[in-house]
């Protein structure tokens, strides 16, 4: 492949890197920044790919944000890549806080006793005994045996599907003022970026109408 890297980089280097990126979180940001600024379309159509990503993070579907916070702008006539980029909202110093976000919200609204704003002992033992099941199940396939899903079924009620209801106001409110802080932002960086742009071209047509016309004067009479 044309851009494979030659060297293959060890598990615990792209593990390492996946927590914190070469060159540190804020280079990271910066750089998404930077790229967000640069991509084309409207400054609302940007922002709108942007809330799409932002939304998308606090929904419990790991290792689906890519895909769903592209279908998501899409329907929103918002721009694909600001939606992509922007679903690094979503990183291992963000994943605990905005899970624990979405829980106690779905909880709430569910009428469930929540999490007492940590990662307690039960929601540990959910993820295990849906872990143990999943496992279970998955071995019934080769070997036989009944496929048990108590402790998937209790994950479910307890974690999954309270954490996709709670999920859905804090992602609204997370992508409205994403979308707010972003338009205005973007609109001034594309303004300053033509008005550079014009003054590049104008310093161009004047250097070549100084130069044509120092030819004309260089020129000899006839």
């Known amino acids: 492949m044309v851009f494979k890297r030659r060297d293959a980089r060890p598990l615990p280097e792209v593990l390492k890197h996946w927590v914190y990126p070469r060159g540190g979180w804020g280079r990271a940001i910066r750089y998404i920044r930077h790229r967000l600024h640069r991509l084309p379309g409207t400054p609302e159509s940007i922002a709108r790919g942007v809330f799409a990503g932002a939304f998308v993070v606090f929904t419990p579907f790991y290792g689906l944000h890519f895909v769903l916070a592209a279908i998501l702008a899409r329907l929103m006539r918002g721009n694909i890549l600001a939606a992509l980029l ?4 979503g990183n291992p110093l963000t994943y605990v806080p905005i899970a624990l ?3 106690e919200t779905g909880h709430f609204l569910l009428g469930g006793p929540g999490t007492g704003g940590r990662i ?3 929601l540990g033992q959910a993820f295990a005994g849906a872990w143990s099941d999943l496992q279970h199940n998955v071995l019934t396939i080769f070997v036989g045996g009944e496929a048990n899903w108590d402790e998937l079924f209790a994950f479910y009620d307890a974690v999954f599907f309270p954490f996709m ?3 859905i106001i804090p992602g609204i409110i997370s992508g409205l003022i994403c979308y707010y802080l972003s338009v205005p932002v973007i609109r001034a960086y594309q303004q300053r970026r033509i008005a550079k742009l014009r003054a590049k071209v104008e310093k161009l047509k004047a250097q070549a109408q100084a130069q044509a016309e120092r ?4 020129r000899p009479p006839s």
Do not use: R, W, Y
């Not at 922007?86 to 909202?89: R, V």
């Not at 030819?215 to 260089?218: N, S």
């Open 120 to 122: 307690g002992q039960g």
């Open 215 to 218: 030819a004309g004067d260089a």
């Open 165 to 167: 209801i709670g999920s």
């Open 86 to 89: 922007s679903t690094f909202i």
């Open 101 to 103: 976000i979405s829980l």
